[in-house]
């Protein structure tokens, strides 16, 4: 069983490979026609086509593109309403020829919205009505006597995928764009600003550069976050104690400034920098706390264990 389930993914990694070949000029077109739409993506299927499609309509909405799925029987039956002017519509369908495609390309063509397909029939009544057409290759469907969609719902899935990234990619679209329309979960957290989770006003450790090391670990207890902050008279940081550095020189006693002790090429990040970025800077040089600035100057400290990786 294992290697016939091997077997099975192997197979269809080689129909993506065909795929990923069979890209061309149309696939050009229908990125164009998305970019180009005054109006939302309509993506349209029935059955699996409809499973997949619905999961490419999210993929679209998520990453900058307004889109909505539209259930193929659903549409014959009042919903085309939904579509206008200035929309375009993403349809799905294997054999290209399904009795509801009819009406529904009718109406779009009456309306004026330019359709692309995904089909596996170049000459179907699809992909003849298409302004862009996007041919899966022929391949069999994987599994015993092949009758369960697997291998064209992979490749289509695929091919949705494609088109929402490059479309992505060419308006430009963020990863801090990404956050502002995913606020949920682990994911939105690790794309706000660290302005958002940052400890700042009476909670920001600071001490001066002259500061006595036994008033720095008094600030650094009271503020309960491992570290402390030394800032020059101008007020920009010039360095960082930590516990750990706390540990390492105690032995020198504390009869000595705060400068004595303090790390002196602080790693810094700014308020409007994605938690994510902060995670990286974590990660790279092994460190708990970063303090934000701005010019320089501490405006507050985000700790590991306030963001996603220590959840």
Do not use: Y
């Not at 929402?164 to 963020?174: D, I, L, Q, Y």
Request: glycine fraction near 12%.
């Amino acid at each position: 069983m294992i290697d016939f389930g091997k077997e099975m993914i192997r197979d269809e990694a080689r129909a993506l490979d065909a795929l990923a070949e069979s890209l061309g000029v149309e696939f050009d077109h229908a990125c164009r026609l998305i970019l180009d739409a005054k109006g939302k993506l309509i993506v349209s299927g029935l059955g699996k086509s409809g499973h997949i499609g619905r999961k490419i309509a999210a993929t679209f909405a998520s990453t900058g593109t307004t889109a909505t799925f539209l259930h193929l029987s659903e549409a014959i039956h009042g919903d085309l309403g939904i579509a206008d002017g200035g929309d375009v519509a993403l349809l799905i369908s294997q054999s290209g020829q399904t009795a509801e495609l009819q009406p529904v390309i009718d109406h779009f063509d009456a309306i004026g919205v330019p359709i692309i397909a995904i089909t596996g029939q170049a000459g179907s009544m699809l992909g003849n009505a298409a302004a862009a057409a996007l041919v899966l290759p022929h391949w069999p469907e994987v599994g015993p006597e092949a009758v369960a969609p697997t291998t064209s719902t992979t490749m289509t899935l695929a091919l949705g995928d494609a088109l929402a990234m490059t479309v992505m990619r060419e308006k430009g679209f963020s990863r801090t764009d990404f956050g502002r329309i995913h606020p949920g979960g682990s994911l939105g957290i690790r794309l706000r600003p660290v302005k958002r989770l940052m400890h700042g006003g009476d909670k920001l450790p600071l001490v001066g550069i002259d500061t006595s090391m036994h008033d720095a670990i008094m600030v650094m207890t009271e503020k309960r976050l491992g570290v402390v902050g030394v800032v020059d008279s101008d007020g920009r940081l010039v360095g960082v104690i930590t516990d750990g550095d706390l540990r390492r020189n105690i032995e020198r006693g504390l009869d000595h400034p705060a400068s004595a002790f303090m790390n002196a090429s602080p790693k810094l990040i700014a308020p409007d920098d994605l938690v994510d970025d902060a995670l990286s800077l974590f990660e790279e040089h092994r460190i708990t706390t970063l303090f934000v600035a701005e010019d320089g100057r501490p405006v507050g400290v985000v700790h590991i264990h306030d963001t996603p990786a220590a959840r």
